[in-house]
């Protein structure tokens, strides 16, 4: 009885470390294919605003809202990426989630996503005016036609 619950609970242990695995995987190839990325997309599948603020003489919060969707967007996988010194890593979503992430154009009860918010931080000890920081950012999602679409989005402050 025992060698069959220590090998059930190997078993489990090591499907856990492959998901795990596998979802690391998949981040470090969305992560090196978006720092390999010169100029965004063009067509961008929602709207993407960015904000940002001083939080303490050393650090400045920044915040991405994802919302209005000019399509549905299934399973969607978001890394982020900045070009200022960091110890907090960066924000994404999908790619760690058991659970799929979508944005869908209709909102109702049963389908109440509104949007998504990513929120970073980042070292800067200057004053606001004279920031100077690039995003990129990789959306990756399916689409209605079953189709994964890729795209990137680049917005320098």
Do not use: W
Not at 60 to 70: A, C, E, L, M, R
Not at 76 to 102: L, M
Not at 119 to 146: C, M, P, Q, R, W
Request: hydrophobic share 35%; net charge negative.
């Amino acid at each position: 009885m025992k060698k069959i619950l220590v090998g059930l609970f190997t078993i489990l242990v090591l499907t856990g470390c492959t998901q795990a695995s596998s979802m690391q995987m998949q981040y470090n190839k969305q992560m090196q294919q978006l720092l390999s990325v010169n100029e965004d997309s063009g067509y961008v599948p929602c709207n993407i605003e960015l904000t940002y603020d001083k939080i303490t003489d050393d650090e400045v919060s920044y915040q991405i809202v994802f919302d209005n969707p000019k399509e549905n967007m299934r399973n969607i996988n978001i890394v982020v990426t900045h070009d200022k010194t960091t110890t907090d890593g960066y924000p994404s979503i999908g790619v760690f989630d058991e659970e799929p992430i979508n944005l869908s154009t209709i909102i109702d009860s049963d389908n109440p996503n509104k949007g998504i918010v990513l929120v970073g931080y980042f070292e800067y000890s200057g004053d606001l005016k004279d920031l100077n920081v690039t995003f990129k950012i990789s959306i990756n999602y399916i689409n209605d036609a079953i189709e994964e679409k890729t795209v990137y989005y680049i917005q320098s402050i």
